[in-house]
């Protein structure tokens, strides 16, 4: 029968090394800080005084939308929306573009 072979250890004694730790580099930070943003708050119903200015300028604007017309008189743009339909009745201002989120008006002249 044939010897079998026999099987050396090759683990070296565990020795400790005597050099210094290496300073672990600072982790990535992957987020970032959250920043708050003001909110405007703007008026729910528009004032009276502010309805006789808007229906004086807005015949002599190029274009009027919602969104125009809420920065423009800081007022929310779904009281702004129902002011435009309100002129629209009035015919002040005729639909130029209609889209399903968007409304552009014109001056009726």
């Given amino acids: 029968m044939p010897k079998k072979k026999t099987q ?3 683990k070296k004694g565990s020795k400790k090394s005597t050099s210094k ?3 672990k580099a600072q982790a990535k930070k992957w987020t970032t800080k959250s920043v708050k943003v003001d909110l405007k708050r703007r008026d729910i119903l528009i004032p ?3 309805e006789e ?3 004086s300028e807005v015949p002599k604007m190029k274009y009027i939308s919602a969104t125009e017309m809420a920065k ?3 007022i929310r743009i779904s009281s702004a929306k129902e002011f435009l339909k309100l002129l ?5 201002i005729k639909p130029y573009l209609k889209s399903r989120n968007l409304m552009i008006y014109t001056a009726a002249k």
């Fill in 53 to 55: 200015t808007i229906i």
């Fill in 8 to 10: 050396k250890s090759t």
């Fill in 88 to 92: 629209e009745e009035k015919e002040l």
């Fill in 72 to 74: 423009k008189y800081n």
């Fill in 21 to 23: 730790p290496k300073e």
């Fill in 48 to 50: 009276d005084e502010l």
